[in-house]
């Protein structure tokens, strides 16, 4: 009794000042203190109400489509709403977003209906299921410990590639891995005793003016001349 006199009085307040801006409607007014109030369930009937008077009002369709949607978990309601409004304002700026809550609902009540089609199988199929089920958990429990033994190998086998290989000597030959400042000359004097023969290293591992040496990089040391 007491929401009829208030629909009632209303009604008889938007004849007067309702036919302007659709979110000053005493009904849109109304429904949105309901929502926010959390009152769901009344704010759709004035929102309902409003789009009974104004159903070419796409905000009508709007606000109806999102309550339906985050509050009231009717995704058939929404997608109705966000359509109409996407009818009723093909060119809104808010297009794309609107376009992309329809597509969500339309995955919800995609998996409603298959929830609700899916029969419930008998209880000899079940065990079946159950059975096949186990088989397949195994199977990938198997190929998990597969797939981490070819992973460890792989690992080791890029290590060893990426280790320094030992260089081939020759009789009277040897070899030496480049310490932090070390230069040619330093190398040649520690081996030769003179720096001048640093040209001897260079040669025999083939090392240019231009390139320098590496830390870790393993040379040939060749017999003195």
């Not at 330093?186 to 390139?211: D, H, P, V």
Request: aromatic share 8%; charged share 25%.
């Amino acid at each position: 009794m007491k929401y009829g006199l208030l629909f009632a009085i209303l009604l008889l307040f938007a004849t007067g000042c309702g036919q302007g801006d659709p979110a000053r409607h005493p009904m849109m007014l109304k429904g949105d203190q309901y929502r926010k109030e959390g009152n769901f369930e009344l704010a759709e009937k004035f929102y309902l109400k409003f789009v009974e008077q104004r159903p070419d009002s796409a905000l009508g369709h709007r606000t109806l489509a999102t309550l339906y949607d985050e509050s009231l978990a009717d995704p058939a309601a929404a997608l109705y709403h966000y359509n109409m409004f996407l009818r009723l304002d093909p060119h809104s700026p808010d297009r794309e977003l609107i376009d992309g809550y329809r597509r969500l609902v339309r995955a919800k009540l995609l998996r409603a209906l298959t929830r609700e089609e899916l029969p419930t199988p008998p209880d000899d199929e079940l065990a079946m299921l159950q059975k096949e089920n186990k088989v397949l958990r195994d199977r990938l429990d198997s190929l998990k410990r597969l797939l981490l033994s070819q992973q460890r190998t792989i690992a080791q086998l890029r290590s060893a590639a990426a280790a320094p290989q030992p260089v081939p000597q020759v009789p009277g030959e040897r070899s030496y891995t480049v310490q932090p400042g070390d230069t040619p000359g330093k190398i040649a004097r520690q081996f030769y005793g003179s720096a001048n023969k640093y040209r001897i290293i260079m040669e025999a591992n083939n090392l240019g003016s231009s390139t320098g040496l590496r830390v870790g990089q393993v040379l040939k040391i060749p017999a003195s001349e």
